[in-house]
């Protein structure tokens, strides 16, 4: 069955260290998202991906990186100059839509990353 | 100005209880998803509707693409049903492709 895996559910990092959550696809999407969630907050997006080796800066980049090598991955690296990296981490994809299309998103299972 | 709002942030009922969660939104051209997010982090879909009304077991979920207002209905509420509830309209850009966006979420306890 197609899906979205995000590896591993829980990481543990100490502080000043770089970490790469893992998204991987095979549902064929062209788009990616990556979110961030703080305790009692909504989902903010950091970075979207609508094609391979292209990405864009969301709400809150700042201190984190991505690419887009191949179309099945896009992986989100926290560095270390993200302030408060502890958080949830989400991942999701949806296929190409145009003005009047409808697309489902899918969504992976979440990485919750503390930073000790 | 945010895009999306639901209504209420936090609801609590007895179970049994016939539950309504809210969702308007500026943005996006057709299509919501409601999604369900059980403590422990991990996102389900519940449902994705562009129009009028769908239903999956006592979940509820209607539509107004004009009005841009949508709403997930829970009835006979159960504990098991204790989660938060975010609407997503996904939002076109000029080029191809949709951005989501998400509601906050409703955080829904139910009581035994």
């Known amino acids: 069955d197609g899906g979205i895996t995000q590896s591993p559910k829980y990481l543990f990092r100490k502080e000043g260290q770089n970490v790469t959550l893992s998204c991987e696809q095979n549902l064929n999407h062209d788009a990616m998202y990556w979110y961030r969630q703080d305790p009692g907050q909504g989902l903010r997006l950091i970075y979207y991906s609508q094609i391979v080796n292209d990405f864009q800066k969301g709400d809150i980049a700042e201190g984190y990186s991505v690419s887009r090598e191949k179309k099945e991955s896009f992986p989100l690296t926290v560095t270390s100059a993200q302030k408060n990296p502890t958080a949830f981490y989400l991942c999701a994809s949806t296929p190409p839509g145009g003005r009047g299309m409808n697309t489902e998103a899918f969504f992976g299972q979440g990485t919750r990353l503390t930073v000790v | 100005k945010n895009e999306v709002e639901q209504s209420p942030q936090n609801l609590t009922a007895q179970e049994g209880e016939f539950i309504t969660i809210n969702c308007s939104y500026s943005?996006?051209?057709?299509?919501l998803h409601w999604l369900q997010q059980h403590p422990g982090g991990g996102i389900v879909s519940l449902f994705m509707l562009s129009s009028g009304k769908k239903k999956h077991g006592r979940l509820i979920a209607t539509i107004n693409i004009q009005e841009k207002h949508s709403s997930l209905h829970i009835t006979a509420s159960h504990p098991r049903d204790s989660a938060v509830y975010i609407c997503?309209?996904?939002?076109?850009?000029?080029?191809?492709?949709?951005?989501?966006?998400f509601g906050a979420g409703t955080i829904l306890r139910v009581k035994s």
């Open positions: 943005v996006g051209i057709s299509a």
């Open positions: 997503a309209p996904p939002c076109t850009p000029e080029w191809y492709g949709n951005k989501l966006v």
